[in-house]
């Protein structure tokens, strides 16, 4: 149970993040380019 809900977590903060990255415009694609570093 405690996995499931860990994964409905990731799946929240993964859905927020693409949410700012749409409302921050350039901000949110430089903001993805550091993440992935």
Known sequence: ME???EKGKE???KRNERR???EGGEDGKKGKKIQKK
Do not use: Y
């Open 20 to 22: 700012e990255m749409k």
């Open 3 to 5: 996995g499931k809900e």
């Open 11 to 13: 799946k929240r903060e």
